[in-house]
């Protein structure tokens, strides 16, 4: 959807302010749906009246994204692919970060394979206030017998509610995967210049979301693609191709660049697919397991940022991992509104009469640093968050999103009691102690304020210093 303008969506709306979308006017909805915090469905006048059938066909016409969105899975564990209107973050936002499929195979002994599939399934790390996890498992035939990928997949299933990419150019190796994960909707990999008639004729009959895969050939890529759209099939995902070094890397990159730029600016429909890309190919560099699952992490780093939608890696190893759940979690939140907490009072640990209460903003990377630097530190205390649209301390103390009125009206709307502390104090960040004076008074000389470090990193030297205040 490149429409921004909510009067251009609200001419394809009933126009009654009905409000049973739960917003108050349909130019409100309209809004929502630019943002994608509200569906079609969600109106149900538009859906539900026989009067409206050409404005619902054209209002879903104008918000489908210009990279066709796919699903696979059920459930709550299912993943969007793809779904973005823009080439680059800064343009407005990515919506569906691309999921990491990590791969098991059918040569597996049954107990490593259920170890490594409940370690894939159960890997979580906490950043900037939310939990990163590994979304998708991909499955890879090695053996090429039927029956030894449906044991797998079966035994995967049984483990694992998570979304499943099923990896075999053999047919028949894919209808025994399907015969087992069919109604778990996955994704199957791959359709290729071999195999397409066979395995168009399985995505057909199973309804699945199928991979088409084209090596470094974007012509003949696109003509695979419209041949299964001519027979139905358009929950496709695109493969170009992942060379993982050399020259060919560089094409590799380019052909990404080159299929996000058809999709979302030259408006090629034929062809507006997500693209899978597979960094897991490290693995064919070298046989040193760290230089492997370092250059996989790479790969992963160029691909998320170059549009790739879907990743199938390897290493589970945390010096892998956690680069590219962070790079990951950056590229794909929202530019145009930075990661917040919720404005009030939170304790660390276990705070008392006799704990400090630290002031910070609502920028997520903000408050969980100084939160992570007190409670690492075993300092019990309360933080305050001030609501300041997300915008850190100095930039909001130089803004004015920080200043002592809003301080002290924040501590206004929790029920924290500053009667019942052994040392009534505010400590303050070091970059607004201009505030000292102003918010002291404001407190009519009640609360003792304080001028913390400007670095959270120092509050344990801090504390020794200053704490219990004299
Ligand atoms: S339900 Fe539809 S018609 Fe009613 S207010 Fe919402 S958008 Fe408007």
Redesign the pocket.
């Known amino acids: 959807m490149k429409e921004t303008s909510p009067l251009n969506l609200y001419k394809q709306?009933?126009?009654?302010?009905?409000?049973?979308?739960g917003?108050q006017?349909?130019m409100a909805?309209a809004a929502g749906l630019i943002a994608r915090t509200r569906k079609v469905e969600?109106?149900?006048?538009?859906v539900e009246e026989k009067k409206y059938a050409k404005k619902l066909e054209a209002l879903k016409s104008i918000i489908a994204p210009e990279l066709k969105m796919i699903y696979v899975g059920v459930g709550d564990k299912q993943v969007k692919i793809g779904g973005e209107d823009v080439m680059f973050r800064h343009q407005m936002t990515f919506f569906n970060k691309p999921p990491f499929a990590y791969d098991v195979t059918d040569a597996m002994e049954e107990a490593k394979l259920v170890e490594r599939v409940k370690m894939i399934s159960t890997w979580k790390k906490f950043y900037i206030g939310k939990w990163e996890r590994v979304e998708m498992i991909a499955v890879r035939s090695v053996t090429d017998d039927p029956a030894k990928f449906a044991a797998c997949i079966k035994k995967v299933m049984e483990t694992s509610d998570y979304p499943l990419i099923l990896c075999s150019f053999n047919p028949a190796v894919l209808k025994a995967g399907l015969e087992v994960a069919a109604k778990a909707k996955p994704l199957i990999y791959a359709a290729n210049k071999d195999n397409w008639k066979e395995v168009a004729q399985l995505a057909f009959d199973y309804k699945v979301p199928v991979t088409l895969s084209v090596p470094f050939d974007l012509d003949a890529l696109k003509s695979m693609a419209v041949t299964f759209a001519s027979m139905g099939l358009t929950d496709l995902v695109l493969d170009p191709g992942t060379a993982p070094n050399g020259k060919k890397l560089q094409q590799t990159l380019q052909n990404f660049i080159n299929l996000r730029r058809a999709a979302v600016e030259e408006a090629q429909r034929d062809i507006a697919y997500p693209v899978i890309a597979l960094p897991i190919n490290a693995w064919l560099t070298t046989e040193d397991p760290v230089r492997a699952a370092y250059w996989e992490s790479v790969l992963t780093a160029a691909f998320t940022i170059r549009g790739g939608a879907l990743m199938v890696k390897h290493s589970l190893g945390a010096h892998s991992m956690m680069p590219d759940m962070h790079l990951r979690f950056n590229i794909y939140t929202d530019p145009r509104k930075p990661v917040q907490v919720k404005p009030g009072i939170y304790k660390v640990g276990n705070p008392g009469v006799e704990s400090p209460v630290f002031v910070t903003t609502n920028f997520a990377l903000t408050y969980y640093t100084v939160e992570s630097d007190i409670a690492s530190n075993g300092i019990d205390a309360y933080i305050i968050s001030i609501g300041t649209d997300g915008i850190g301390v100095q930039a909001s103390v130089a803004g004015g999103q920080l200043n002592p009125t809003k301080i002290k009206d924040a501590f206004g709307e929790t029920d924290f009691k500053f009667e019942g502390q052994k040392y009534p104090a505010i400590v303050l960040p070091g970059m607004a102690a201009k505030f000292s004076g102003e918010l002291e008074e404001l407190f009519g000389g009640k609360v003792k304020i304080m001028v913390g470090p400007e670095d959270s990193g120092r509050i344990v030297g801090w504390m020794k210093d200053f704490w219990p205040p004299k």
């Open positions: 709306l009933p126009q009654t302010n009905c409000k049973k979308c917003e006017t349909c909805y969600e109106c149900t006048p538009l």
